[in-house]
């Protein structure tokens, strides 16, 4: 017959042999903010293992890496201050143009105070401006181009109240098509201004 105390002793000894299992050391992969996980692969001396689902983890202290499932409350344990310092991610917004010119469609327009806002959300935004351009035309005037779109947002966004300081402008002209086309041709889609706020 076991008694009370040993039943006890049991209890409590078990979870320590548990723990004394437990790596030290390990690395869990964690879901993106849009819930998708990409993969690792994590080396030991005596072999590898990939991990390619969110809330599995593999040892890094044993010769051949382990994998085990973790629960989040445990992630949340061990790294919810790495995470909680972790910055916001990069918001990005699309500004499209009409043909030729530095003019905003009216959708986009629409969008300039939302950008504004990313920007007054977060401490110390840095803001880059991307100008781009289609095909048509010659590929300089069109670096020019994407410039002076570029210089148009960031114009916009200093006379509601960011700071010059704050925002970093440049243009791809029409080295960095969204949509591949051949040479001189109008495609709204690669006559625009990427905005990322930081």
């Given at each position: 017959?076991?008694?009370?105390?040993?039943?006890?002793?049991?209890?409590?000894?078990?979870?320590?042999?548990?723990?004394?299992?437990?790596?030290?050391?390990?690395?869990?992969?964690?879901?993106?903010?849009?819930?998708?996980?990409?993969?690792?692969?994590?080396?030991?001396?005596?072999?590898?293992t990939?991990?390619?689902?969110?809330?599995?983890?593999?040892?890094?202290?044993?010769?051949?890496?382990?994998?085990?499932?973790?629960?989040?409350?445990?992630i949340e344990q061990?790294?919810?201050?790495?995470?909680?310092?972790?910055?916001?991610?990069?918001?990005?917004f699309t500004l499209y143009f009409e043909s030729g010119g530095a003019r905003l469609t009216a959708e986009s327009e629409?969008?300039?105070?939302?950008?504004?806002?990313?920007?007054?959300?977060?401490d110390g935004a840095d803001i880059s401006i991307v100008g781009h351009t289609d095909t048509t035309g010659d590929p300089a005037d069109n670096k020019a181009l994407g410039m002076?779109?570029?210089?148009?947002?960031?114009?916009?966004?200093?006379?509601?109240?960011l700071r010059l300081a704050r925002i970093s402008t440049e243009s791809h002209g029409e080295g960095n098509l969204l949509i591949k086309t051949p040479d001189d041709t109008q495609e709204p889609y690669n006559r625009r201004v990427e905005v990322v706020v930081r």
């Open positions: 017959m076991v008694s009370a105390r040993s039943r006890r002793l049991v209890a409590i000894a078990l979870p320590v042999v548990l723990a004394a299992c437990a790596p030290k050391s390990w690395v869990v992969l964690l879901p993106d903010e849009d819930g998708r996980t990409g993969r690792i692969i994590v080396s030991g001396a005596e072999g590898q990939e991990v390619a689902e969110a809330g599995v983890a593999a040892s890094l202290d044993t010769p051949k890496p382990e994998t085990f499932k973790v629960t989040p409350y445990r061990t790294f919810g201050g790495a995470l909680a310092a972790q910055p916001k991610p990069p918001a990005v629409a969008l300039l105070p939302a950008v504004l806002a990313e920007a007054a959300a977060r002076l779109r570029a210089t148009f947002v960031r114009d916009a966004l200093v006379t509601a109240g």
